[in-house]
């Protein structure tokens, strides 16, 4: 998969791929997305931050990516 997704391959993505996923916001179907969560960390609503955090975290796990930004690890407490 690209780094873009189009809104119907959006639409077909379960709620587990997003960082958050009762927003359907911070798709992350693939290694290129948990990178592209990362880098847009920062636009994430302060009180939802941690919630994401630790989503691209896990996600980042299963998908063999490593996430080196302090500011997610400490977001998600790690």
């Not at 077909?12 to 798709?27: A, N, S, T």
């Not at 955090?53 to 930004?69: F, N, P, T």
């Amino acid at each position: 998969m690209s780094d873009k997704i189009s809104y119907n391959q959006r639409k077909e993505l379960p709620d587990c791929v997003f960082g958050l996923p009762q927003r359907r916001e911070y798709p992350m179907p693939d290694a290129a997305h948990v990178r592209a969560a990362e880098a847009y960390f920062r636009y994430c609503p302060g009180r939802l931050k941690p919630q994401l955090a630790q989503a691209i975290l896990s996600r980042a796990a299963q998908l063999g990516v490593s996430v080196e930004s302090p500011i997610i690890r400490k977001y998600a407490g790690k």
